[in-house]
């Protein structure tokens, strides 16, 4: 209710006294979400340590959208020092689960070189697996790389709301003409 304003006006101090109290009694969405509410400042002075606190409860009681965001962290060096090995163990927990910004998360890991060998094809490989869960972002970047010559686009298939089935090969074809 406080948390979307329904029925009630939208209030953050009531919403994280709510989440609190069902993060006090292991609700690991509450859990994560008052993570996100000490990471943004909503309703609460904005700090990563308690996020990430918070985060960690969470991701200790399943919660694959804290583990990822706990990738986050250690990614981007919120509250942590930065570390690209600590990032793809928690993505890859989040993205064994199937969460697909994780595994995009990954998919950019490996493009970039953090904390891997930077690896196209593995780039492209989670990538795809995002993908195919309709992530955008995913697919916005598996062109990139085939636009920039870092994979082959051979055996590429994209799928539109339309599902032409159209090859990225074919797609090249036609801007020749």
């Known amino acids: 209710m406080y948390h979307e304003g329904i029925a009630v006006k939208q209030d953050d101090f009531k919403k994280f006294e709510w989440f609190q109290k069902s993060a006090n009694q292991g609700d690991s969405d509450a859990q994560y979400r008052i993570g996100i509410m000490y990471y943004e400042g909503s309703g609460v002075e904005q700090d990563y340590q308690k996020a990430m606190q ?20 250690y990614e981007h060096g919120y509250g942590v020092t930065q570390n690209y090995d600590k990032a793809f163990e928690w993505y890859i927990k989040a993205a064994d689960q199937g969460l697909d910004v994780a ?6 890991l490996y493009e970039n070189g953090y904390g891997v ?24 970047r598996i062109g990139k790389l085939v636009m920039n ?7 590429i298939t994209i799928f539109s709301t339309q599902e032409t089935g159209l090859t ?6 036609s801007s020749e003409n």
């Open 149 to 155: 010559g870092k994979i082959d686009d051979k055996d």
């Open 117 to 140: 060998p930077q690896d196209y094809d593995k780039a492209f490989e989670w990538y795809q697996k995002a993908a195919d869960q309709g992530n955008q972002e995913a697919s916005n």
């Open 103 to 108: 595994q995009l998360n990954i998919g950019g």
């Open 168 to 173: 990225l090969g074919d797609l090249e074809d």
């Open 54 to 73: 918070w985060y960690l409860l969470a991701a200790n009681n399943g919660s694959f959208d804290a583990q990822n965001n706990i990738g986050n962290f």
